[in-house]
T-cell receptor, first 114, second 111 residues
Framework: ETGVTQSPTHLIKTRGQQVTLRCSSQSGHNTVSWYQQALGQGPQFIFQYYREEENGRGNFPPRFSGLQFPNYSSELNVNALELDDSALYLC?????????????FGEGSWLTVV | QKEVEQNSGPLSVPEGAIASLNCTYS??????FFWYRQYSGKSPELIMSIYSNGDKEDGRFTAQLNKASQYVSLLIRDSQPSDSATYLCAVNRGGSYIPTFGRGTSLIVHP
């Protein structure tokens, strides 16, 4: 149990629709990272938020967007859904203290696009 | 060349054996290294982190880091069927707070 919670856990959307995924970070953590994990692949970095500012972005199109709130919770929005967006979306939080910025994952949101 | 490379497996070992999982990385500036375990249908959970060359032990798990060879490994002693999962290697470049993941190695421990 990492203290990182995500919602919803499973959802099915139609191609072209929009989806919002939510994440509550672990208490005391100010950084949230979002990853996409397709079946049989490792997690791919989408973007990271630190103290409400985007702090890095992976190779994902602009229809993937997000934000972080003052309480450090975060949302991932995906517009104009495509079939290839079907994946496990992982939120991870961290506090940037100590060495290496260890990240802790939530349970994930399974998105199926039909 | 991918930033973090792992053999996808599956690696099959008998119960009680030592499982050895390997990971190589391309960025010589990498500073932090992590191993995560991911059961089928679940999210990754942190097993160990390692930052200095050498070995780090935690129970049945030992992480080994060789920065000169850009190589990090995870040894699981006395493997149990419950260890059957995908093991993900993650690497942070120096000054970065964004770990890059390999595709994972599937481990099967058979009775």
């Amino acid at each position: 149990e990492t203290g990182v919670t995500q919602s919803p856990t499973h959802l099915i959307k139609t191609r072209g629709q929009q989806v919002t995924l939510r994440c509550s970070s672990q208490s005391g953590h100010n950084t949230v990272s979002w990853y996409q994990q397709a079946l049989g692949q490792g997690p791919q970095f989408i973007f990271q938020y630190y103290r409400e500012e985007e702090n890095g972005r992976g190779n994902f199109p602009p229809r993937f967007s997000g934000l972080q709130f003052p309480n450090y919770s975060s949302e991932l929005n995906v517009n104009a859904l495509e079939l290839d967006d079907s994946a496990l979306y992982l939120c991870a939080s961290s506090d940037r203290t100590g060495t290496g910025n260890t990240i802790y994952f939530g349970e994930g949101s399974w998105l199926t696009v039909v | 060349q991918k930033e973090v490379e792992q053999n996808s497996g599956p690696l099959s070992v008998p119960e009680g054996a030592i499982a050895s999982l390997n990971c190589t990385y391309s960025d010589r500036g990498s500073q932090s290294f992590f191993w995560y375990r991911q059961y089928s249908g679940k999210s990754p959970e942190l097993i160990m982190s390692i930052y200095s060359n050498g070995d780090k032990e935690d129970g049945r798990f030992t992480a080994q880091l060789n920065k000169a060879s850009q190589y990090v490994s995870l040894l699981i002693r006395d493997s149990q069927p419950s260890d059957s999962a995908t093991y993900l290697c993650a690497v942070n470049r120096g000054g970065s707070y964004i770990p890059t993941f390999g595709r994972g190695t599937s481990l099967i421990v058979h009775p």
